[in-house]
């Protein structure tokens, strides 16, 4: 929407070269631009200026071709410009005007619309936990992270929580994450945030109120999909809210701040857990389900899982919720570290209550690399039996461990390395990297849905079927020599079997074909 047109508003100025200051003085860009709730069909664009100055974004589907305007005239210095009517999908770039200049554009501003609901394709979403600290381990991580990605695109990126230390105030939101991430992540891929105990400025004569008022720099800053507006069902908050990037359900979950100034993410008859079942409810027809918050139900890293009552309750009481609702894959932060459990479900205790043969649904490490008992988790659509746990806290912050570390139910565990994870969704396939800050892929996991099928076709003499694997990745066709995903046959009367497997041995899918004379 087009409210008001200023005089002043510049021509399209061409991308790759920002006018130059010929009116002298004109309000600087000071943050951003960064890309908030996003969408198939819209996308917000947010920025800060020093001096109050009118906001607005020419945008379109070329650099050259940004003849599109939206924004409003009322002068501010916090902008927020929502972009609609986009095609999902889709690859825009944009540019900012001020009311004298072009504050910033060029072929570096760009984004990509969400997928629709549900659409299958190749998806990467960047997991970044306890990033926000302005140090050399930081850098590393986020320039290692953006070299493993290349010209990839990141459809997103999660934030889990401690983003800003150490209080979450607004100057250290800018020193600490704005001024790191603003050149690439910021401007090109949408962020979906979730807050962490120092975002509630991490200091007792403050945090009680800070967690009940949430009058905190984190909810100033960011803008959430609070409406249902991105997939999932109306949160009316920005502390928890939950969207779709295509067959992907994302939860993002608030463990600190308190809900009607009583209940916490624990408290499962609270304000939020009632959402959190219904919103769960709603999408069981969700390829994967994935839910993210800051404080985690299993660790030895900096924080103890057995000691610390916001992890014990949340342990004890909470995640037994997203378990039984078939939540695939469930992400923390708050230990400054790396720790990863197998497929596992039931265990709500202390460490030494973990029971691997009883709690763990597989035993394999699901590097799925070909070394030995390497092969993917599977789980079948329908059936809740299985979670992935996965803390990825060192992404700026980094160290501290317990003296029983690694917990028993998180074997693959490191405190020494520092490093962001990313998570690689294509169909049916769910896997998730763990780059570290010199950028070694320190641990990795596969995990599949609906595989190792074995189908009946039944056809008459002379037609041709094609036959497609169940699963994403590489392919052996038994006696064939094919190794594509599929293949079109047109066999002999009769009963006629074909196999396809993965070169691992891990995957493996028959069909029987029937031919009638």
Same mark, same amino acid.
């Given at each position: ?301 900096? &924080? =103890?899982?057995? +000691?610390?009552?916001? #992890?014990?309750?949340?342990?004890? !009481? ?5 378990? /039984?609702? %078939? ?31 009883? &709690? =763990?649904?597989? +035993?394999?490490?699901? #590097?799925?690399?070909?070394?030995? !008992? ?5 789980? /079948?659509? %329908? ?39 990313? #998570? ?94």
């Amino acid at each position: 929407m087009i409210l008001g047109l200023p005089a002043l508003l510049p021509a399209q100025s061409k991308p790759g070269k920002a006018k130059p200051r010929k009116y002298g003085f004109r309000p600087e860009l000071i943050r951003g631009p960064y890309l908030q709730t996003a969408t198939p069909n819209s996308m917000t664009v947010r920025w800060r200026t020093d001096e109050p100055d009118i906001s607005f974004v020419r945008y379109g589907t070329a650099p050259d071709q940004a003849t599109s305007l939206a924004g409003d005239s009322v002068l501010t210095k916090e902008h927020i410009v929502t972009l609609t009517g986009l095609l999902p999908q889709t690859k825009y770039y944009y540019l900012l005007e001020g009311a004298k200049d072009t504050l910033q554009g060029d072929e570096q501003n760009c984004f990509t619309t969400l997928p629709l609901t549900g659409k299958e394709d190749k998806y990467r979403i960047g997991v970044f936990g306890d990033c926000g600290n302005n140090s050399t381990n930081q850098r590393n991580t986020r320039d290692q992270f953006e070299k493993y990605l290349g010209d990839n695109l990141l459809n997103a990126w999660i934030l889990l929580g401690d983003n800003a230390y150490s209080f979450g105030k607004d100057t250290e939101f800018q020193t600490n994450f704005f001024n790191i991430y603003k050149n690439n992540l910021l401007k090109k891929s949408p962020l979906f945030p979730a807050p962490g105990n120092h975002d509630y400025h991490d200091a007792p004569y403050s945090a009680d109120f800070a967690q009940q008022s949430k009058e905190v720099a984190y909810y100033q800053i960011f803008s959430m999909p609070t409406k249902g507006e991105a997939g999932g069902v109306p949160s009316n908050t920005p502390a928890f809210y939950s969207f779709d990037i295509g067959n992907i359900h994302f939860l993002s979950l608030d463990s600190h701040g308190t809900e009607d100034n009583a209940s916490r993410l624990y408290d499962t008859l609270g304000r939020q857990v009632r959402w959190i079942k219904e919103d769960l409810a709603a999408n069981k027809n969700k390829g994967w389900v994935i839910a993210y918050w800051h404080h985690p139900p299993f660790s030895m890293g900096s &924080h =103890n899982s057995d +000691t610390e009552d916001q #992890l014990v309750k949340i342990r004890e !009481n909470f995640i037994r919720v997203l378990e /039984r609702n %078939g939540v695939d894959l469930i992400l923390c932060g708050h230990s400054h570290s790396y720790e990863r459990s197998k497929l596992m479900q039931g265990h709500y205790g202390p460490e030494q209550s973990f029971n691997a043969a009883k &709690h =763990n649904i597989s +035993t394999s490490s699901a #590097l799925y690399d070909g070394s030995d !008992n390497s092969c993917p988790y599977i789980k /079948r659509s %329908g059936d809740s039996k299985g979670t992935v746990y996965v803390v990825s806290g060192s992404a700026g912050q980094l160290g501290g461990q317990q003296t029983t570390f690694p917990h028993d139910a998180l074997p693959f565990a490191d405190v020494t390395h520092g490093g962001a994870s990313i #998570l690689e969704v294509e169909a049916n396939r769910l896997d998730l990297k763990w780059i570290c800050a010199d950028g070694v892929i320190r641990d990795q996991f596969t995990m599949m849905k609906d595989v190792n099928k074995k189908t009946v076709v039944n056809i008459k003499k002379g037609e041709t079927v094609v036959l497609k694997a169940s699963y994403v990745g590489k392919y052996l066709w038994k006696n064939r020599g094919e190794t594509t995903g599929s293949i079109s046959v047109s066999p002999a009367p009769g009963r006629n079997v074909y196999v396809v497997r993965d070169p691992e041995n891990c995957l493996q899918d028959e069909f029987i074909v029937n031919v009638s004379r």
